[in-house]
T-cell receptor
C-alpha cells in the first residue's frame, strides 16, 4: 500500500482565483495521477504526472487550466486556475502499486467549492 | 474508448439482504479492481482479480472475474449498515498504466 497525504482537505474559493493542491507520498513513485470526482459521480482522470517531464493530460483537460508540477519522486501539485463554480469538485491524487502496478491508492481528496 | 458499465447506479436495501453489483465492458482487461469510497475519503482498494473465472472472497463480499475478463461482479451477503458507500470497479488493460473506472454504485444499507 501507500500513504498519501493531500492538502488542503477542503477549501471554499472565489471565482477567478486559483488553488494549488499538494500531494505527498511516503515513498518514491514514477507516476502520480490526478483525478476529479464531481458530486455523486465516479472518477475522471485529469492527468498523469511523471517526474522530470511534462504531465500527460486527458481529453478535455488542458495545462493552462490545470498546471501540474512534479519536482521529485514523492511530491506533486495540481493547480486549478481561474476557477468557476463548474470547478467545484473533489480532486484526488493517486499512485499505482501492487499487481501489475495498477492498484490505485488515493489521498483523502480535496473538496473544492467555488463561489 | 474503453468503458466500464456499472449497475445498478443506486441501491438501497435493508440490513440482512443480499445484493449483487455488476461491472461490464466490451473490452478485455488484464486486471480488474473493486474500491469502496466513504464520504470525505478517497477510494480504498478492496480486491484485484486477474484470472478469467477467478473468485475471491473478503468476509461477506464475493468478487468474480468473468471468463473472458470483460466483466466482474461483487456480491454482498447479509448486508450491514457498515457496507454503505460508493463502490467502484476499475479495469486495467494490458500495458496500460491508467485505470478505467465504472460510474459507481451508491449503496445504502438501512438498519
Amino acid at each position: 500500500s501507500a500513504v498519501i497525504s493531500q492538502k488542503p482537505s477542503r477549501d471554499i474559493c472565489q471565482r477567478g482565483t486559483s488553488l494549488t493542491i499538494q500531494c505527498q507520498v511516503d515513498s518514491q513513485v514514477t507516476m502520480m495521477f490526478w483525478y476529479r470526482q464531481q458530486p455523486g459521480q465516479s472518477l475522471t482522470l485529469i492527468a498523469t504526472a511523471n517526474q522530470g517531464s511534462e504531465a500527460t493530460y486527458e481529453s478535455g483537460f488542458v495545462i493552462d487550466k490545470f498546471p501540474i508540477s512534479r519536482p521529485n519522486l514523492t511530491f506533486s501539485t495540481l493547480t486549478v486556475s481561474n476557477m468557476s463554480p463548474e470547478d467545484s469538485s473533489i480532486y484526488l491524487c493517486s499512485v499505482a502499486r501492487g499487481i501489475g502496478g495498477t492498484e490505485a491508492f488515493f489521498g483523502q481528496g480535496t473538496r473544492l467549492t467555488v463561489v | 474508448t474503453q468503458l466500464l458499465e456499472q449497475s445498478p447506479q443506486f441501491l438501497s436495501i435493508q440490513e440482512g439482504e443480499n445484493l449483487t453489483v455488476y461491472c461490464n465492458s466490451s473490452s478485455v482487461f488484464s486486471s480488474l479492481q473493486w474500491y469502496r469510497q466513504e464520504p470525505g475519503e478517497g477510494p480504498v482498494l478492496l480486491v484485484t482479480v486477474v484470472t478469467g473465472g477467478e473468485v475471491k472472497k473478503l468476509k461477506r463480499l464475493t468478487f468474480q472475474f468473468g471468463d473472458a475478463r470483460k466483466d466482474s461482479s461483487l456480491h454482498i451477503t447479509a448486508a450491514q449498515p457498515g457496507d454503505t458507500g460508493l463502490y467502484l470497479c476499475a479495469g486495467a488493460t494490458q500495458g496500460a498504466q491508467k485505470l478505467v473506472f465504472g460510474q459507481g454504485t451508491r449503496l445504502t444499507i438501512n438498519p
